[in-house]
């Protein structure tokens, strides 16, 4: 590609790359002591194009009776018994190999991937009980990790957008914090649980909250956070999910399920088949 111009024959101004975040958790429960959040970094051009492209034609490996309104779900598509799809109709390592070539996406694009988690933390903020702290703590740690990969890594200017599930939840904990992450007096003030990644950089403006029924790359980012989280809990078969999501490459130490991190973040991205792992945060 040349370079590009204004109409007056000047160069083009604000000729610089822009990525979009969509940042989402994995299945969990109100009972659960440990949240996982996935955020995607996907780069607005090309590689938007490819993995839209790659994640539409998987839906052909759907049973048609399935198809309209289908959403990649890991806790609808790993349940044996009792769920939404039919066992004779759709056999479960059919779905379980569906799953593994969505989240086997990131590594053929490389398009980096981060994840946050928690575990039984408390976070002092007005009006969050103790399970929905921890959904929080893990969202900031893989917003502030996807902030932090675009500025080690893009063009000094490069900025993002973060996009996240549309529920009235999400947007009165979530959206609420997330602007106060980009201040160093509200960061200073949640104290050690948070990333000293922040506060934010390069993710601007207010997060666009989108339907995750709509979003499919909303829907991989919640699947590779359940497979992170699987892993962790020790769940059957994840292995072959691990796998694919890590690009065949070997399990890094971050992943250990002795882990004693409370919590923290990593970024998986591939650069020439390599994968970095940085440490985790623990506070």
Same mark, same amino acid.
């Given at each position: 590609?040349?370079?590009?111009?204004?109409?007056?024959?000047?160069?083009?101004?604000?000729?610089?790359?822009?990525?979009?975040?969509?940042?989402?958790?994995?299945?969990?429960?109100?009972?659960?002591?440990?949240?996982?959040?996935?955020?995607?970094?996907?780069?607005? /051009?090309?590689?938007?194009?490819?993995? +839209? %492209?790659? !994640?539409?034609? =998987?839906? $052909?490996?759907?049973?048609? #009776?399935?198809?309209?309104?289908?959403?990649?779900?890991?806790?609808?598509?790993?349940?044996?018994?009792?769920?939404?799809? /039919?066992?004779?109709?759709?056999?479960? +390592? %059919?779905? !379980?190999?569906? =799953?593994? $070539?969505?989240?086997?996406? #990131?590594?053929?694009?490389?398009?980096?991937?981060?994840?946050?988690?928690?575990?039984?933390?408390?976070?002092?903020?007005?009006?969050?009980?103790?399970?929905?702290?921890?959904?929080?703590?893990?969202?900031?740690?893989?917003?502030?990790?996807?902030?932090?990969?675009?500025?080690?890594?893009?063009?000094?200017?490069?900025?993002?957008?973060?996009?996240?599930?549309?529920?009235?939840?999400?947007?009165?904990?979530?959206?609420?914090?997330?602007?106060?992450?980009?201040?160093?007096?509200?960061?200073?003030?949640?104290?050690?649980?948070?990333?000293?990644?922040?506060?934010?950089?390069?993710?601007?403006?207010?997060?666009?909250?989108?339907?995750?029924?709509?979003?499919?790359?909303?829907?991989?980012?919640?699947?590779?956070?359940?497979?992170?989280?699987?892993?962790?809990?020790?769940?059957?078969?994840?292995?072959?999910?691990?796998?694919?999501?890590?690009?065949?490459?070997?399990?890094?130490?971050?992943?250990?399920?002795?882990?004693?991190?409370?919590?923290?973040?990593?970024?998986?991205?591939?650069?020439?088949?390599?994968?970095?792992?940085?440490?985790?945060?623990?506070?």
């Amino acid at each position: 590609m040349g370079a590009r111009f204004a109409l007056g024959g000047g160069p083009l101004p604000g000729f610089e790359i822009m990525r979009l975040i969509y940042a989402g958790g994995s299945d969990t429960t109100t009972n659960d002591s440990l949240s996982v959040v996935c955020g995607i970094v996907v780069g607005t /051009d090309q590689q938007w194009l490819a993995l +839209e %492209d790659d !994640i539409a034609a =998987l839906r $052909q490996y759907i049973p048609v #009776p399935y198809r309209p309104n289908f959403v990649f779900r890991a806790c609808d598509l790993l349940k044996t018994d009792g769920g939404k799809f /039919d066992h004779e109709t759709w056999p479960k +390592e %059919d779905r !379980i190999r569906l =799953l593994a $070539q969505l989240v086997a996406l #990131p590594a053929k694009h490389q398009v980096p991937v981060a994840f946050g988690w928690c575990k039984n933390v408390h976070l002092d903020v007005p009006g969050a009980d103790s399970t929905p702290a921890i959904h929080l703590a893990a969202y900031a740690h893989a917003v502030a990790a996807c902030d932090s990969f675009i500025a080690r890594t893009g063009p000094v200017k490069e900025i993002a957008l973060l996009l996240l599930e549309d529920t009235q939840d999400m947007k009165e904990t979530v959206g609420r914090m997330y602007e106060g992450l980009k201040r160093h007096d509200f960061v200073k003030s949640l104290g050690g649980t948070i990333s000293k990644d922040l506060p934010l950089r390069r993710i601007k403006d207010a997060a666009n909250f989108v339907s995750s029924d709509r979003a499919p790359f909303l829907q991989l980012a919640m699947v590779c956070g359940s497979v992170i989280r699987h892993h962790w809990i020790g769940a059957p078969e994840n292995e072959s999910l691990l796998g694919a999501l890590l690009g065949g490459g070997p399990v890094p130490a971050e992943l250990s399920r002795s882990t004693e991190a409370t919590a923290g973040s990593m970024c998986l991205h591939w650069r020439v088949s390599t994968i970095e792992h940085p440490q985790p945060e623990t506070p």
